[in-house]
């Protein structure tokens, strides 16, 4: 065991003694030694909820004979961080989550890990420690929330997002009731879309992403998970074994199906990383066009994560791929998913043909996501296609330049943005925030103004989960390091041509040399703490914003 360093011979004796002040006898001390790594705090609605989660893996590591140790990690509420300067904190978190597991893993050399993670960036961070650290891991995530209900129809977070602009009476019962108990909110926005793609990578155990966080088959999963973390440190199974090239690719193609966040395009490449490979963002749009959208969920469609969790959940779209997937992929259960599937059985059989389309009647011939290029993002950026209005997916209008998203939320409340302008938000890059941004308010205020069918949004920062319209982020290069997004002027042409994966800024050549020679940095907006650390490290969002 790799934990016999830390326990075993007479050297050991100090640290004996240590473990035994813990409460541990040497029966246990003799056992592997699992860390249970839970983001559990008093903030996150998809987090209040993790101490019993994490009490049931303990539960299952202990039953199949190891000896588990919790220990948590930080968690920043994208929702309450959202719209204000907390917002700036929520991505460079992945990478301190990523490094505070490592440090807590290797520093006391554990034998293998349950992951409890449920949002935005939280759950990212711990699969990309999970690849760097290449041990035997099981990922929990926590589950969805209940959709709230009032109005005499169902809530999410997003209603009350793009509600509050508007008012009226019906404010203050949104407020209330749109968000009932514990959970991810209850669309497929960024949090449930990464817990779809941990069971997609093979992760999770079968039904974990979609299994919500009020039902009792939560805890049974996590139970079974910490049973099956003892059985991959006997097989020496570790994460680097179940993602893999085939992997990642068929967690992609699930993306595509269900029409995930575009934030996986910041998170895949950098979870790529950390297991020592390179995804390039060509493979998105090449994946995009050969898998058909076969999920309508909120923000872009009608259903909620209850419905597809009734379908089959994550384990039913992938059955509906099957003949696009690498089968002989290997899962946390010890067997392929081509096994898995074998042994699927579906329960509601009429739900699961109502809520996941098939391969010859999908909702879109394409996937979700495309990844646009052009003379505006020679690098590219990314779309929710499949929550673009029809009449949306070219479009081409004039500029109107925000370099920050609080000037932008003056001009959209304001009456300043009009049917038809591309609204140009610049300088909320991952260097340029920094931070990268989520500009949830801003595609919000667009959509509660009655504009998300003729305003398109550009910007180098990114988007909720639960954004929907034109709405094009992660713009690279980035405004802060001179790319095209910094040299737009108010009133210049953008042209948008999502099926033709480009984004065009409609200038003549030489005035755009000359405004690039007169073009100068801008004073950075921090200085000091880690907000100036992670501007100088980070790299571009084309290569998932990961430090360097």
């Known amino acids: ?41 008093e903030f996150i609605p998809g987090h209040i909820h993790l101490d019993k989660i994490g009490q049931a893996a303990k539960a299952g590591v202990r039953s199949a004979g190891g000896i588990p140790f919790e220990f948590q990690t930080i968690g920043v509420c994208d929702g309450l961080a959202m719209g ?116 997609a990578l093979g992760l999770s155990l079968p039904g974990c992403a979609t299994a919500h966080a009020v039902d009792a088959r939560k805890v049974r999963i996590a139970k079974k998970s910490g049973m099956k973390v003892m059985e ?45 490979m390179e995804l390039d963002l060509d493979i998105f749009n090449r994946l995009s066009k050969e898998t058909p959208h076969l999920v ?30 690498n089968l002989d992929a290997l899962t946390v259960t010890g067997r392929t998913l081509g096994d898995e599937l074998e042994d699927l059985k579906i329960v509601n059989p009429e739900t699961n043909a109502h809520v996941i389309a098939s391969l010859d009647k999908p909702v879109h011939a394409e996937g979700g996501i495309a990844i646009l290029k052009g003379s505006l993002a020679p690098e590219g950026c990314v779309v929710k296609q499949t929550a673009v209005s029809p009449k949306m997916m070219m479009h081409t209008g004039p500029a109107v330049v925000y370099d920050s998203e609080e000037e932008s939320m003056q001009g959209i409340v304001g009456g300043k943005v009009k049917a038809g302008d591309v609204v140009i938000i610049r300088y909320e890059g991952p260097k340029g925030g920094p931070g990268m941004r989520e500009t949830l308010a801003p595609t919000s205020a667009i959509a509660g103004a009655g504009l998300s069918e003729s305003v398109a949004l550009i910007t180098d920062g990114r988007f909720s989960g639960g954004t929907r319209g034109p709405c094009i982020g992660h713009v690279s290069p980035e405004a802060a390091v001179g790319g095209p997004l910094a040299l737009v002027k108010n009133g210049d042409t953008i042209s948008i041509d999502i099926p033709g994966r480009r984004v065009d800024l409609l200038v003549d050549a030489a005035e755009l040399e000359e405004r690039h020679k007169a073009w100068r940095p801008t004073e950075p907006k921090i ?22």
């Open 84 to 199: 204000h300067m907390g917002m700036r904190y929520s991505l460079p978190s992945r990478e301190l989550i990523e490094d505070s597991i490592e440090i807590m893993v290797e520093a006391h050399q554990l034998d293998g890990m349950v992951m409890i993670p449920t949002c935005d960036k939280i759950a990212p961070g711990h699969i990309m420690a999970a690849g760097r650290l290449n041990l035997p891991t099981v990922i929990v995530t926590g589950g969805p929330m209940l959709p709230g209900f009032a109005c005499d129809k169902e809530l999410d977070l997003i209603n009350v997002s793009e509600g509050w602009i508007a008012g009226g009476e019906s404010m203050p019962i949104l407020e209330e009731y749109a968000c009932p108990g514990a959970g991810s909110c209850a669309g497929l926005f960024t949090a449930n879309t990464m817990a779809c793609l941990t069971e």
């Open 232 to 276: 991959l440190i006997q097989k020496r199974i570790t994460a680097r074994d179940i993602v893999t090239e085939k992997s990642l690719e068929n967690a992609i193609r699930v993306d595509m199906a269900i029409g995930g966040s575009t934030n996986t395009v910041l998170h895949l490449p950098a979870i790529a990383s950390e297991f020592g």
């Open 296 to 325: 309508n969920l909120r923000p872009g469609g009608p259903h909620r994560m209850l419905d597809l969790d009734r379908a089959g959940g994550i384990q039913a779209v992938l059955s509906k791929l099957k003949p696009k997937l």
């Open 527 to 548: 200085n000091g703490g880690i907000l100036d650390r992670y501007r100088r490290a980070v790299t571009s969002a084309s290569r998932g914003g990961v430090l360097r």
């Open 1 to 41: 065991m790799r934990s016999d360093i830390t326990k075993r011979g007479p050297e050991r004796a100090p640290h004996r003694s240590l473990f035994k002040a813990t409460g541990l006898v040497d029966e246990e001390i003799d056992r592997p030694f699992v860390g249970i790594v839970n983001s559990w705090n």
